[in-house]
DNA sequence: TATATAGGTCAGTATGATTGACCTATCGAA
DNA sequence: TTCGATAGGTCAATCATACTGACCTATATA
């Protein structure tokens, strides 16, 4: 299958992995700290941007954690009004979040770096390179 | 420089890094689960397996966190005779790490399922596609 | 009417990181 | 040889973030 200096190529890049998304992430992570909130929240404020009139058990799902964890996160978005909660009129029981314009911007503030990051480096390496990436990125989920 | 449609484009990588990092972790992690550590522990062995007689200022360096952080998860690796330390002997102050057999061997049993995730997934993209998923995720820590 | 589902919340616990402070030992330069 | 810098160790207090378990309301549906 895969000889041994493949092996160390592919040893390299779990490293390459790590450190990737460690700078990834390290500029929101700043922006967040200023204003007291946690990575928790920039995903919430991120999945909710992405899909709106979201139903909480969904975000549950996509965030993959337990309701008690995003309790006091999303409660505070609610109180910062970055994200308005509505009752689904087919089903009353579920509540469907979206952000408010306060938490658009918001969003917007902190995906930024991120969008800013990833252009930056795709400008870089060039067109076939992303594709690659693309490819390998969206497959990794599904082994 | 980057238009709408690719920025769109770009905002579904965000998430594309996201959900393919966290499919990329989830099975040290649940062996780690079952030795009671954590993921400082794996990057501990992971980093003194790549530079046997690392000293403990560089690993710091490397993982980016406090000496206090460090400490207690270090203390645990040597208390469980996965790392053995030893004195420099061109500076009395400095400690080298090493793995011993039983790190190693614990080592390889964490790094492998990472090991086989992206061989898996390299074998399906080809060739190509990892060589511009290594361009890119190499420049992404230098923007 | 009974059960399942969606959601909220409290309590207790665990982990892992932080900062601050203070300690020893060693090195290297004045 | 003395002094400041460096490497490392450790204690304490604190904070954030997650977990499980338990119990609550409201609504939907069989």
């Not at 990834?24 to 899909?51: C, K, M, W």
């Not at 549950?60 to 970055?82: F, G, V």
């Not at 770096?113 to 989920?141: D, I, N």
């Amino acid at each position: 299958m895969v000889d041994q200096s493949e092996r160390e190529e592919i040893q390299k890049d779990i490293e390459l992995f790590y450190f990737a998304y460690r700078s990834f992430t390290a500029r929101p992570d700043r922006i967040l700290q200023e204003l007291s909130l946690g990575r928790v929240h920039h995903r919430i404020l991120y999945f909710v941007g992405r899909n709106p009139q979201l139903p909480i058990n969904e975000l549950l799902t996509i965030l993959d954690i337990s309701k008690q964890a995003l309790n006091i996160p999303l409660r505070k978005l609610i109180e910062l009004e970055l994200i308005n909660v509505s009752i689904s009129d087919k089903d009353g029981r579920v509540r469907l979040l979206a952000l408010t314009n306060k938490g658009n911007k918001l969003e917007a503030r902190l995906t930024s770096p991120q969008l800013k990051h990833l252009e930056t480096v795709m400008a870089a390496v060039g067109k076939s390179s992303v594709a690659g990436w693309r490819k390998m990125m969206g497959e990794l989920p599904f082994v």
